[in-house]
């Protein structure tokens, strides 16, 4: 490919978005905002300051969040992130990763108990912090969903130096449904190719070129060996990984008593959410097959390049703004949800 024609692309890439069609990914390119904040989902129900004027006037809901998520290390801040994307997941951005239980049916096992989530999704202590202390000055206003929301924002804001900064829309209720057996069907597995990522977040209403921005999380956390030594390790067939850092996750991952140790998803900077991440991708020198995966389409793997050469800012805008867009994602309202009085069970119906 000539440099001019990956130039285009490149531009394209940055100023539009991808959609799917006939399987094909074409870039569609999109008019640019003149402010760097993202514009709300499409939802009347959600508004950037929807608490300015639910509480009293000394209670700061949003600044509450970011003081509990501030008081934590990266890698809980790290959890914090991943904790929205599994919510927003399974059943919409509604908190219902959060429920210890939701009716008097025991044998009915909740979310967080769920393979993709049990026993790595961290951060419910820190919900329950923050919605204890807000409770307290504001009781039965603000929804355990939107705390999840505030809270993945402020660990990304804290995570990235301050590179990402944005506003997140409020105005989410809170499920009362919560079930492991759906979290498989429709969290994204480390295991999963281009084509297949692809629908699981378009599922979502997300399209590819959210999947490829949202994927930069990878650059924070850390991950269980079991997802990625089977297939991404020899004696695998896999070829498109580098052989120095195989040999290096096969000693890291090395375990005589069985236990599933845990690596860095990011090697260079563990604990910065970063642009590094796309880089590691080009050089073969990331932990999934869906991380691999984002250079097997022509237009992802474009993407990718440009996420990885240009200033972080680049990239910063765009993860910003699909992070709005994704804790849109099937909100809950008064008619299907509720603002629980603790995050970790529905409120009572008697």
């Known amino acids: 490919m000539t440099t001019s024609k990956l130039a285009v692309l490149t531009l394209f890439a940055l100023l539009g978005s991808v959609s799917c069609q006939s399987g094909g990914y074409y870039f569609y390119p999109t008019p640019q905002q003149p402010s760097p904040t993202p514009s709300p989902p499409s939802s009347p129900q959600l508004m950037v300051g929807y608490y300015k004027d639910k509480c009293a006037a ?6 509450i969040v970011k003081k509990h998520v ?38 009915l096992t909740p979310e967080k108990f769920g393979v993709p989530n049990f026993p790595s999704l961290r951060g419910f202590e820190v919900i329950d912090a923050a919605k204890a202390e807000i409770e307290a000055a504001c009781p039965g ?3 355990c969903a939107d705390i999840v929301a505030f809270a993945g924002r402020d660990a990304s804001y804290f995570l990235s130096g301050g590179g990402i900064n944005f506003a997140m829309p409020a105005g989410r209720y809170d499920g009362n449904v919560s079930l492991a057996n759906e979290t498989l069907p429709n969290l994204p597995s480390p295991f999963t190719g281009f084509d297949q990522l692809v629908k699981v977040f378009a599922d979502k209403g997300l399209d590819a070129f959210d999947m490829i921005t949202l994927s930069g999380a990878h650059s924070i956390g850390r991950s269980h060996c079991s997802s990625f030594t089977r297939d991404r390790l020899p004696p695998s067939n896999t070829t498109d990984i580098d052989p120095a850092f195989a040999a290096t996750l ?20 563990p604990d910065v959410l970063d642009n590094q991440y796309y880089k590691n991708v080009l050089a073969h020198k990331v932990l999934f097959t ?34 709005v867009k994704m804790a849109g994602v099937e909100i809950k309202t ?13 409120n009572s119906r008697s």
């Open 58 to 63: 000394y209670v700061d809901v949003e600044a």
């Open 250 to 269: 096969q000693a890291s991952c090395a375990s005589p008593n069985g236990t599933d140790n845990t690596v860095m998803q990011d090697f260079k900077t």
């Open 334 to 346: 008064a008619a299907n949800g509720e603002i629980r009085k603790t995050c970790r069970k529905v």
């Open 70 to 107: 501030k008081a934590t290390d990266a890698g809980m801040q790290a959890g914090l992130v991943r904790l929205l994307f599994h919510d927003c997941f399974v059943r919409g951005c509604d908190g219902s990763v959060l429920l210890d239980t939701f009716s008097n049916d025991t044998s």
């Open 290 to 323: 869906s991380d691999a995966a984002l250079t097997t389409n022509f237009t992802s793997n474009n993407l990718v390049r440009a996420y990885a050469d240009f200033v972080p800012y680049l990239w910063q805008q765009k993860f910003a703004k699909a992070m």
């Open 141 to 143: 206003t603000v929804s």
